[in-house]
């Protein structure tokens, strides 16, 4: 009996024994492919770490190179704000500029008006003094005033107005015109007595005086008047009232030396 035990208990032992020797053996080749497994992926991971370090220059150059295109944007894109802000401050300028050009232009035109109207008008008060002194002209006997007399003041009073001497002009022509409005030359005084207010800026009562000259029924100077009425307005900016009476001198004076004048006066105000 005790032979048959240690016969089992060497045959459980020799199968243990054997058992442990597959099982070692077993693990073993399970060791070996893994770590067959383990030196195949660390030879992956260390190619992929070469590929990486080898990326790794390219991919830090091409972050570099898009951050300074970014700046390089940025750069261009600040710069064309600058541009477009420099392009309207200079259309803004350009705008003020042309803005005081047409200003100055109407200015220029409204002197040249009014030293072409000076010439004019001194033209005209030459020619008439040359017609006085010449004895052209005719005058109607006067109670008041001799028709010789009255050619002297007058004459006096458009020598004034030549030299500049306005105010003197003044007390002149208006003392013809009160002294006697039936003489021949009294539509002339009150034409010249507007003429003078005229020149010296007061075109409010240039405008009354130049309106008298119509009340003279044989008067030459009605077209004359109604040009500088235009011109009047036109100074004082009432420019629809200045275009009316032009258009006034057009309607009623066709055959004018001044009718073009008035034509052209009205083109200039619709500019």
């Known amino acids: 009996m005790n032979r048959l035990f240690k016969i089992l208990t060497v045959i459980v032992f020799l199968f243990s024994f054997t058992f442990l020797f597959a099982q070692d053996s077993s693990i073993k080749r399970e060791l070996k492919r893994m770590n067959s497994s383990i030196n195949s992926q660390n030879a992956h991971i260390d190619s992929l770490d070469i590929q990486i370090r080898m990326l790794l220059p390219e991919l830090q150059n091409a972050l570099k190179a898009n951050l300074n295109a970014k700046e390089q944007t940025d750069s261009v894109a600040i710069l064309l704000i600058n541009r477009i802000n420099t392009i309207q401050n200079k259309m803004r300028l350009i705008e003020d500029k042309i803005a005081y050009v047409d200003s100055v232009n109407f200015e220029i035109l409204a002197q040249l008006v009014m030293v072409e109207n000076k010439i004019v008008t001194l033209t005209t008060s030459f020619s008439e003094m040359y017609e006085l002194k010449s004895n052209k002209m005719n005058s109607n006997i006067s109670s008041m005033i001799t028709p010789a007399d009255y050619k002297k003041r007058y004459i006096d009073a458009l020598s004034s107005y030549q030299n500049?001497?306005?105010?003197?002009?003044?007390?002149?022509?208006?003392?013809?015109?009160?002294?006697?409005?039936?003489?021949?030359?009294?539509d002339n005084s009150q034409y010249w007595l507007a003429e003078c207010y005229y020149t010296m800026k007061n075109y409010k009562r240039a405008v009354i005086e130049f309106e008298k000259v119509f009340t003279f029924p044989s008067t030459d100077k009605d077209d004359d008047a109604q040009l500088k009425l235009g011109h009047c307005?036109?100074?004082m900016g009432n420019i629809n009232k200045a275009r009316e009476e032009y258009q006034r001198l057009i309607d009623y004076f066709p055959g004018s030396?001044?009718?073009?004048?008035?034509?052209?006066?009205?083109?200039?105000?619709?500019?």
């Not at 002149?172 to 021949?184: H, I, K, S």
């Not at 030396?257 to 500019?271: D, P």
């Open 164 to 186: 500049g001497e306005f105010e003197k002009a003044v007390t002149g022509f208006a003392g013809l015109v009160m002294g006697d409005p039936t003489n021949d030359l009294a």
């Open 257 to 271: 030396e001044f009718y073009e004048k008035a034509r052209e006066s009205i083109k200039q105000l619709n500019i």
């Open 233 to 235: 307005h036109r100074s």
